[in-house]
């Protein structure tokens, strides 16, 4: 597994997170998971669910140290919401949990904007 291979499952699962919340659906199975990705990204479509898990089990100890999830038994959770944010340097779309440094997850920059809904 490589850094970049990492970094994109956290962005999707970061996505799916915020996803999910916005539905109101506060929890989910770990065991789920890969299907859930499979099932909402073309990007994962092809990929094997074993693969995909052992990507998500590093993903899922980085957010639980960011403090964005946590983890009870076969659960995970958001903590304390969840907001989609904007780099005004590099344009990057940061999914960010309330409790966690508001700094771009690309750059590192703190000019964040909220990335604006659908109309």
């Known amino acids: ?11 999707y699962f970061r996505d799916l997170l915020f996803r999910n919340h916005n539905k109101g659906i506060l929890q989910l199975e770990i065991e789920s998971i890969p299907s859930k990705m499979v ?3 073309l ?20 957010l639980v140290s960011s403090k964005l999830i946590e983890r009870l038994d076969s659960l995970v959770s958001i903590r304390d919401g969840i907001s989609r944010l904007q780099c005004s340097k590099c344009y990057y779309i940061c999914y960010l ?5 508001k700094s771009c997850l690309r750059c590192q920059s703190n000019e964040l904007v909220v990335f604006p809904r659908k109309r």
């Open 97 to 101: 949990g309330n409790l966690e440094l």
């Open 43 to 62: 990007r994962y479509r092809n990929e094997e669910f074993g693969h995909i898990s052992s990507i998500l089990k590093m993903v899922l100890e980085n």
């Open 1 to 11: 597994m490589s850094k970049t291979e990492t970094n994109e499952l956290e962005w």
């Open 39 to 41: 099932e909402t990204y």
